[in-house]
């Protein structure tokens, strides 16, 4: 025998259905109208809140009324999978990526520019922690195994995310856009675009325990670049680079023997 839904509950289903989309579901009988948009512009006002705070690139470059389809959309159609507040943006980007994909009208970019700018609160929120116990800051990057900041993130994409805005608006892929994420020691986020080699060598070093001169050579030879040496002094500057923004913090103090 199926189950019965009690009454009360199906009154709540229809409630909670019209509020998310009240042109596919009636308002509920008994519920004055007032009242009913009451609730309605409640809820939507604090879903579109928590968006904005997250996305204010997307938008400024999508304007208000394809900006409210969108919060619309992802309101109506989305069910999301946590209650946590902060989480909201990214079951937001997880609905661009996985479930409403592009429709006509939309930029190429949307997914893209939406998980760019989660990113950032991503990081801000990261409960990882710094363990210096295993760092030596000062090391030789080359001889020893550089360390990643642990609050990192390594990201590519098909087009410069980082400049879009209303006076840039790619109308397709142009080639792909490294940039490298992370929280500095005072807890700022900070973003930094990388030449392809300079994204290889920060995902070997994320991927392996490997010492940077290993990792440089490896490059060299993926590149089949006839100086592997002339590669390996140019990449020290890169790494030296890295570490004065604290994308790297050291060496681990287990390579130094």
């Not at 009240?22 to 006002?45: C, D, F, I, T, W």
């Not at 090391?139 to 209303?166: K, S």
Request: with cysteine.
């Amino acid at each position: 025998m199926a189950d019965v839904i009690p009454a009360f509950q199906r009154y709540q289903y229809d409630f909670a259905a019209h509020i998310r989309n009240p042109k596919a579901h009636p308002r509920p009988q008994g519920v004055p109208v007032k009242r009913m948009k009451v609730y309605s512009e409640l809820l939507y006002n604090n879903l579109e809140g928590f968006l904005l705070a997250c996305f204010p690139v997307l938008r400024k470059v999508l304007g208000q009324r394809r900006w409210g389809r969108l919060v619309r959309d992802f309101f109506a159609d989305h069910r999301s999978h946590t209650p946590i507040f902060r989480q909201i943006p990214e079951e937001f980007v997880l609905y661009l990526k996985e479930k409403r994909g592009l429709r006509a009208g939309d930029p190429v970019f949307l997914a893209d520019l939406a998980h760019y700018e989660w990113v950032e609160l991503a990081l801000s929120v990261s409960p990882l922690e710094i363990d210096w116990s295993g760092i030596e800051r000062d090391g030789d990057m080359l001889a020893g195994q550089p360390v990643l900041n642990p609050v990192l993130a390594l990201l590519r994409y098909p087009c410069p995310v980082h400049l879009i805005g209303p006076k840039f608006k790619p109308a397709q892929q142009v080639e792909d856009t490294h940039i490298l994420v992370f929280r500095d020691l005072d807890d700022q986020v900070r973003f930094t675009e990388l030449n392809p080699v300079s994204a290889r060598l920060v995902s070997l070093l994320q991927e392996q325990s490997i010492s940077g001169k290993e990792a440089l050579l490896r490059i060299a030879g993926e590149l089949n670049h006839p100086d592997s040496q002339g590669v390996v002094t140019a990449g020290h500057a890169i790494l030296a680079n890295l570490k004065s923004e604290q994308a790297i913090l050291g060496i681990s103090a287990h390579s130094m023997g």
